[in-house]
């Protein structure tokens, strides 16, 4: 019984179903009808024109984001915990050339307007220190938090307030979206470049990223291909983005995935570390607990001294889910 | 009726099969079982310890192959109408961060020892030069034609006794290894890491990078992490690959390709640039050629000036084959 | 007695006295006076307003210049034989992040409008292909020759038209402006970036980076400053080019460079593979000559095949030039 | 009166005269006897065989130091204060292609065994992480203290046991030295490459890049090159290290600057923030303290709310040293 990660949910039905019937012979990389569509599709959800690139992995979405935001001798404000610092083996410098992470804290690995603003204002602004240039914000967060629509504005407004980009990183936009209850757009004032994350949510292999901008259209397409990111069979990709979009495809997964985190949360209540808001739980758990729990058969990542990870996913089967709460709620 | 491109093709009924039956809750990245068998799976294929990592596409095959035999301070030698050189938007600069390809010349996009030899002796040994540290090669090549095992032994030679590395681009390795009668292993001596294409040969998004040297192994793994792409859900990666192996499949695909190339090679005997040897054809062609062509409903690519280029695969539908076969001859 | 590079010249008195007068407790970087009063110096020389970096080499100024004009992911169109191409082990790669030198050829290392368009016709403008952003050319050329002031406008309008940047490598600035007899400004229409030399001139560790576009100041700094190139003590740089610029020292010391040359080039009139036009030559000469001339004591550079390069300099001793123009006579 | 830096100082006489007399017709680049002579020179002074490199500026000696040691995809541990995290612009970054500086705590800007121990410990060893490849350390620190003998030797060891290099930033090494009272020898145990600093301490143009490792003189060489330090004037810069290092130069010089700190240290005891050990003072005051000093003529850094520095060197005017004493006890 698997809690280690959404990453090792499978594929949903419609997906696969999808990606079967773009399986025809059809023009490569992008030029497919299916690829082209996107824009439309997606400036419709954002009630905005937009512009979309199939990403085959998230790690790639976030660095072609932040190399289209920062150039190389400019840094990123981002959380200690975030994803681009501590689980992409170094892609944001790789991408940007060598930019510079500067690392802010907080509970819930969120930032504050406080906390960036005290981040950016101990860099002397001169020619010996790299200057912050772009800031970047995970939402839902690393540790199952999310943003608000307001929250998300404020830091939006100071980046614009300071001239710097704004990056979100959304691996579980779907979770926080379907958790705040708000539409893409309201979750998306301010934010110049979006990760939106589908593969833990039912997908295979498509991130979209969506760009607000369109000045940052042609490089980043450029970048893309240079990173060995456009694939030549595009199409497959796109049918897998249509598919999770057609029906609120997305919005039913993430639902489900939250909803089984809740089950557990309640189930945890004492042991919580941050609020339950997405499908990330971090528990305080005793290593013999740890032990008593998958001596019962539940997997999960051991997160650090007395605390573990648990993560849910839209094919969670419910009776483990369940199994889980209630061995949870024995311990 | 497409001649465009082999990138249009399908993905092979066998490889969506393989796919569909990875479609279960699984390890993520490359820890699932179908990831972890590769090694074995290849191994038994070129006769000895090989390690190999799923790539989503050649063109980051070939860098992160680069990555691992040139330093960034160094040089590639590579044919001037290599892929690396034209088609991949400077992907082999990005992941050597800044190593210079080396231009040689030759028919049929084919380096030869001593044109190589060339190449590298008007280069002063000296600090103000960059140095060629490997050798790049195509088979198939760009332009359809074929290194024997003797050539690129040959070649792999120089490239030891000169203390370079020796890469193979092998985007149509299926093709050559057809058209040549012979066995991987005997088409890749000395080569220190071949880009093991699938792709244009009924695959999805998984080519396989080969590495012969266990000391590039660690390395490669860390670069395809930073550039994005460990995909998460990497078991339907490996599925694709172990399906173009199972029963030869990858075998039987390229000969339905070469064989269509051949049939249209009979047809337009007196118009062939190069010869014929794997899918690909470039073709003598008057505009008004082409464009009656065109008119009877076939689609490919204007090479240059009076020329044309004709690519076929294995879900070329044999009566199109067979029409466009009458049409050059009836020119 | 050598004539085998102009970098064995030595330091000029007065810029050595400069030097000298600059040795006091000053601001560091380029916070200082002398650094501070380099713009309004070189507005004055160009008749308009440019901004000036100090850099302590040349390879650092041009690959600052192009790192400044073409992006990672585009191309500079530059010849075949040119300085950036072939002596800065990579600089241009490596400052540019990975750009990529697209060559053409043409007698006297001279692009040509013709041969540019050719150059950059050949590359199709989709996605694949690494893109031209950049021209760049040397005056003087790397083989002695200069381009006149038309001949830069007609190339600076060719970039223009097709929206690149026009960079030159001035290392040999000097001695162009001197053999052409035209000012700075008229030599640099179009230009957005000159490296402007001193070192061969009679500096020691002072080009001059300057900037025609206003834009890319600010860029440009950061990027010296991480290249390790802001030296703490840049006031004695700064002295350096005051001295040069003063009483007109960098057309003397050129016009004596450029003398000495004409003086070798009479003697060796049937032997001249370029025009001479600026301080160096190069000659068709046999082994068994060169032997001769060498064990008359005197030192160059086999270039070729039958062909050696000698070079002059500011402070080539008068006898020693007319020695050699004898013994060359004398062959 | 300036003690705002040490950067500050000019150029020692003796230094100036070595120029002076290096000023003839010689060998470019380093081919001259000069540049030739250092690995001797060094290897006397450290006691075994080690190859130096001049390099025109302390940013570019850590940062080609700190490439030979990294891989792109690697890390280097140093402290939050350190010159190389703050002060370059992003060097590091751009010469490693991407490495990333992992931040150690401690007072006086110095790092511990057990420091280093927790910061790698926190890092899990997968390849999601970026892995720590060296350790880098300031001696004397950015906070004017010193690591002894035996720090350093347990720090390198720590650096061996976990198969990472290890790299000293010297720009005050002779501060260190002369305040410990040990020979070079003893103070680079263990280290790989040594950031020799000349330019703070009389020298213009100047430091020495140590390479204890003969696999690492031949790629560091090479990227000296391409970075555009390879200047090709440069027996100029190797006669400012033999000068320095003539009749012990380096040592006085960094006497001089140590006494004058200890002389303003005495004045200041009660508002030492941190030991002073070399020629950095690191002094409690108000704005209102600070601003009545500065009314009396003195210059010098505001470090932070209610901090200042002051830095004194060989060139410092005792008088001014002694009025500032006088002034800071009268506060």
Redesign the interface.
């Known amino acids: 019984m698997?809690f280690?990660?959404d990453?090792?949910?499978?594929?949903h039905p419609k997906v696969?179903a999808a990606?079967?019937a773009a399986?025809?012979?059809?023009?490569?990389?992008d030029g497919d009808a299916l690829s082209r569509g996107l824009d439309a599709r997606f400036s419709a959800l954002f009630g905005r024109a937009v512009t979309v690139l199939w990403?085959?992995?998230?790690?790639?979405?976030n660095?072609l984001a932040l190399a289209a935001l920062c150039?190389?001798?400019g840094g990123v404000i981002c959380h200690r915990d975030s994803h681009i610092q501590?689980?992409?083996?170094?892609?944001p410098?790789?991408y940007?050339?060598?930019?510079?992470?500067m690392l802010g804290e907080g509970p819930g690995a969120k930032l504050t307007v406080d906390e960036v603003t005290r981040v950016a204002d101990a860099i002397a602004n001169d020619?010996?220190?790299?200057q912050p240039h772009a800031l970047s914000i995970t939402n839902a967060t690393e540790y199952g938090c999310v943003y608000s629509p307001a929250e998300v504005a404020a830091l939006g407004a100071l980046a614009k307030a300071r001239g710097w980009r704004f990056h979100m990183d959304g691996a579980r936009f779907a979770n926080a979206i379907v958790s705040l209850g708000c539409t893409p757009a309201e979750l998306t004032q301010n934010v110049d470049v979006l990760s939106f994350g589908f593969?833990?949510n039912g997908g295979?292999?498509a991130e979209a990223l969506v760009l607000f901008d369109p000045d940052l259209v042609d490089?980043t397409?450029?970048?893309r291909?240079?990173?060995?990111?456009?694939?030549?069979?595009g199409r497959?990709?796109a049918a897998q983005i249509h598919a999770m979009l057609d029906d609120d495809l997305w919005l039913k997964t993430a639902r489900a995935a939250n909803g089984h985190a809740q089950t557990l949360a309640k189930a945890a209540e004492g042991r919580l570390i941050n609020p339950v808001q997405a499908n990330e739980l971090f528990l305080y758990m005793s290593p013999d607990e740890a032990a008593s729990l998958r001596a019962q058969g539940f997997d999960f990542y051991d997160w650090a001294a007395g605390e573990i990870r648990l993560v849910t996913h839209w094919?969670s089967p419910q009776h483990e889910v369940e199994a889980l709460a209630r061995a949870i709620a024995a311990l």
């Open positions: 698997r280690f990660s990453n090792a949910a499978p594929v696969m990606m079967q399986d025809t012979i059809d023009t490569a990389y990403i085959p992995s998230g790690t790639a979405a660095a150039p190389p001798y501590n689980d992409e083996c170094g892609a410098e790789f940007t050339h060598g930019a510079k992470l020619v010996h220190r790299v593969v833990k295979l292999s490089v397409a450029r970048r291909k240079r990173a060995g990111h456009l694939l030549s069979k497959y990709l094919a």
